[in-house]
C-alpha cells in the first residue's frame, strides 16, 4: 500500500452521466495529481495541484473537472464523456511538486 | 518525449539477479534517473532514483554509468512477483514526470 487510495476502482458510465471519481493521500504531501493511462499508450499526466492550488492544466478537455478541496483530497468530475476517454485514471500524491511522486491503485474507467 | 530509451521486453529466470538498461545519452547535469514499475492494471510504483552515485534500497540497485549516459536497474533476486513494465525516467527536481513505453520483465518460474 502507497498510502494513496482511489475510489471507485471500476466505473462504468453512459456518455450522458456525471460521476467523480475520488482520490485520498494519507501522506502527509502538499502536491497530487490525476494522469490518464489508455491501452497501450504511456501515463499521460492531466492536472497538477500543489497546496490545493492547480499549477498545471495539460491541455484536458473540459469534460474533465479537477477538485481539490484541501491537500487530501482530489476528485475528478466527469461529465458527458466520450469513449475514447475509457481508461485507467490514476492519482499521485508528492510532498512538494518536484519529488518521488507516490500512486494509487487507479480507477479503471468505461465509457459506453 | 521521454528522454530515455529501453528494450521494450526482457525475460529472467526466477532467483537469478534481474538487470534492467536505460540509455539517457542526453542527460543534463541537474537530471535526475528515476526508475517506477508498474505491474499488471495497478499504479506506477516508485523503486528508486539517484544523481550520479549507485544507489541501493531494499528493492533494487541502480548503477550509473561514469559518464552518466546510461544507467542499469538491478533485482538482486527476482521473483515472479516482479514482473511489470518498468519505467527508466529522467528529470530534473520540480519537471513533470514523462513516461515512456518502459521494459516489460517478465520473470520465469
Known amino acids: 500500500e502507497t498510502g494513496v487510495t482511489q475510489t471507485p476502482r471500476h466505473l462504468v458510465m453512459g456518455m450522458t452521466n456525471k460521476k467523480s471519481l475520488k482520490c485520498e493521500q494519507h501522506?502527509?504531501?502538499?502536491?497530487m495529481y490525476w494522469y490518464k493511462q489508455s491501452a497501450k499508450k504511456p501515463l499521460e499526466l492531466m492536472f497538477v495541484?500543489?497546496?490545493?492550488?492547480?499549477?498545471e492544466n495539460n491541455s484536458v478537455p473540459s469534460r474533465f473537472s479537477p477538485e481539490c478541496p484541501n491537500s487530501s483530497h482530489l476528485f475528478l468530475h466527469l461529465h458527458t464523456l466520450q469513449p475514447e476517454d475509457s481508461a485507467l485514471y490514476l492519482c499521485?500524491?508528492?510532498?512538494?511538486?518536484?519529488?518521488?511522486?507516490?500512486f494509487g491503485p487507479g480507477t479503471r474507467l468505461l465509457v459506453l | 518525449d521521454a528522454k530515455t530509451t529501453q528494450p521494450p521486453s526482457m525475460d529472467y529466470a526466477e532467483g537469478r539477479a534481474a538487470n534492467l538498461p536505460c540509455n539517457h545519452s542526453?542527460?543534463?547535469?541537474?537530471?535526475?534517473v528515476y526508475w517506477y514499475r508498474q505491474i499488471h492494471s495497478q499504479g506506477p510504483q516508485y523503486i528508486i532514483h539517484?544523481?550520479?552515485n549507485n544507489e541501493t534500497n531494499e528493492m533494487a540497485s541502480l548503477i550509473i554509468t561514469e559518464d552518466r549516459k546510461s544507467s542499469t536497474l538491478i533485482l538482486p533476486h527476482a521473483t515472479l512477483r516482479d514482473t511489470a513494465v518498468y519505467y527508466c525516467?529522467?528529470?530534473?527536481?520540480?519537471?513533470?514526470?514523462?513516461f515512456g513505453k518502459g521494459t516489460r520483465l517478465h520473470i520465469l518460474p
Open positions: 499521485a500524491s508528492s510532498p512538494d511538486t518536484g519529488e518521488t511522486q507516490y
Open positions: 501522506l502527509g504531501h502538499n502536491a
Open positions: 495541484y500543489n497546496f490545493k492550488e492547480q499549477t
Open positions: 542526453t542527460i543534463s547535469g541537474n537530471e535526475y
Open positions: 539517484g544523481l550520479k
Open positions: 525516467i529522467v528529470r530534473v527536481r520540480d519537471d513533470k514526470i514523462i
